[in-house]
């Protein structure tokens, strides 16, 4: 059995008999143009060619459009079976006629291996046996989910599948939040540096309970472009210093393996081997020096701005005024009372401001040159940026995952209300669930009975939490705005380190 890390959450495992890839990125952006794929794939033609393709959710970085292009249409899809229709018919559309919407903990069977999904909501951990291995991909299912879910699906693991011989999980945080909310006193540098170790935290905690032979950290294997931006690429946490951080705060005596795979480096029968020519630029922050001229002329466009004419804005207000209102189903009256905010567009010349607030039962939308004195919150973004997620049934994605808005929060009572998720709700497109749920009727009972446990915990959230989304009391997201980097460490239940150090170190055993 071979593993071969490709690019971004994209592996290709291959076997005797089958050829497998998950989440193919492998070309290409994401985004809007907003995440550039980094580092390159240095090979893709087994991806090209796999018969087997397992796409862990619907986020653009794992279900790649260009990407699947490239595959050969024979190949067999699978993806996690949800309550939302459509993936089939997108996939057909691309040319594939062998797709399989794979039910949760159910297993199976495609010549030599077994194919397991796991599902929470969108996302899900995808396991492979094969030539009496055992290979848990869960990829960012678990990064930032709700605890019991996350303790739940890590017991399911380990309950079934006692000795995992590769785990491969996600390493790093991705959109807009705490990095782009931004509030008096709170260093966002500072915030987001442990917003990272808590992720890298958390790879450690599913490493020590799930206990495999090998540990790989993957991802994020992209940059983003926008000087606004570019300083969140180089915040990352070590990957060079895990083996050590996990020795000194998990494990002291383990014999768990933690390979640091770029693209080309694979395991082949239980040996690693680290081939990629990446390896000579000294670690993952050595990568980012070569930024400059690797996207020479995407960083030229991503800096240049082509100002919005008056008919454009003009019917941006119109689009924007009906989603708004459209959403407010979403959320109860109080609430939407609470929710006054201005968006400040970097691409209107004049009255650059759409002032929004509800009134007599609907929102209303002014254009000016000032935000309104009573405004809750400011949210900066592109007039094109925001026109372009309104066209897209998942459109949201591109101002949030897609780093594509700046939050400025004025009263810390916003927070602890987390009105900024509501507010960025509101200018949001995603399809309703409202609507899902009487058109497909009959695929959410059937996602139901096949998961009851976590359906429950999900919908539970829904109605209990309706009110102030995300406010888990395990897990306050206002403390990631309003604490200092040791109160941070106190509440996420993590060592206080010196990053400066861990970089000095990173760096020497980069070269190596």
Known sequence: MRVEYISHSCFVLETSAVRITFDPWIVGSAYAGQWQLYPKPKDISKVQIADVVLISHGHEDHLHNASLKLIQKKAKIFFPFQWRDGIVGYLKYLGFNSITEAISFKTYHFKNIKITYLGYSLESVIVVECDGKVIVNINDALNSNHETAVNFLLQKIKSKWNKIDILLSGWSGAGYFPNKVHYKGKEDLEVAKIREQYFADNFCKFTKYLHPSVAIPFAPGFVLLNDSNRWINEIKF?????QQYYHEN????????????????????DQIHLVSEYHNLNGDAGLY??????FKLEIEEANTVT????????????ELQSRINKNMEL???????????SILFSDIEQDAFFNVWLAEGSFQLIRGSLPHKDDRLLIKTKAALLANSLEKPWGGDLLTIGYGIDVTVFEEST?????DIVCVRLISRYPSFKDDVIKHAGRLIKYYVSNPTLTNLWISQKIRLRPYVNKYPFNERDHWI???????????????????KLQIEADRKGKF
């Not at 070590?238 to 895990?242: E, F, T």
């Open 331 to 341: 959320y109860p009256e109080e609430v939407l009372n609470d929710a006054r905010f």
């Open 307 to 318: 100002m919005f004419t008056d008919r454009q804005t003009q019917d941006l207000m119109y």
């Open 482 to 500: 309003t604490f200092n980097k040791c109160d941070l460490c106190k509440v996420c239940n993590i060592p206080e380190v010196n990053f400066e």
């Open 289 to 294: 020096f070569n930024v400059e001229t690797e």
């Open 415 to 419: 927070l602890e209300k987390n009105l």
């Open 238 to 242: 070590p990957r060079h210093v895990l």
């Open 250 to 269: 998990f494990e002291a005596e383990s014999n768990i393996k933690f390979p640091i795979l770029y693209p080309g480096d694979y395991l082949e029968n």
